[in-house]
């Protein structure tokens, strides 16, 4: 009984983890290979508070580093320099990947956040919205 719930339950992990990294591949392009697992704690931080590349681009260096540094409970120089190469992702990405108000929803969702920020069209506002994906 517990040996096929585990079964199931390592099944859905995988899953959910595919289903990131597939995300994050049209999404977010080159964020994979900043951290050496994608759905790790500090590489989930990151992603919860920018689940963009242009979300990236609009948030300090620093605010980053902290985020990355507390979320995977490693020093400030190992945030500094995984935000510094998330950045450098992020400019590369913003060039090639996917740009749409859904984008920042999907990754949240995927990684578990209940806030998704969100651009609308032509305004420099960031607004919150409630992410609701279904699969």
């Known amino acids: ?20 990294t597939a995300l994050l591949d049209q999404i977010f392009p080159g964020f994979d290979r900043v951290f050496s697992k994608v759905s790790g704690k500090g590489s989930l ?7 963009t590349p242009q979300a990236v681009l609009r948030t300090e260096l620093e605010q980053l ?8 409970r490693k020093p400030k120089a190992y945030g500094i320099e995984k935000a510094q190469k998330i950045r450098d992702a992020a400019l590369h990405a913003s060039t090639i ?19 998704v920020p969100l651009m609308p069209f032509g305004k420099s506002e ?5 992410s609701t994906m279904v699969y």
């Open 97 to 115: 990947g996917i740009v749409s108000s859904g984008d920042a929803a999907a990754v949240a969702t995927a990684t578990g956040s209940p806030a």
């Open 1 to 20: 009984m517990l040996c096929c719930q585990r079964s199931e339950l390592l099944r859905d992990s995988t899953r959910y983890k595919n289903h990131l």
């Open 45 to 51: 931080a990151a992603l919860g508070l920018c689940p």
């Open 65 to 72: 580093a902290e985020v990355i540094s507390e979320g995977s």
């Open 126 to 130: 960031l607004y919150y919205a409630k």
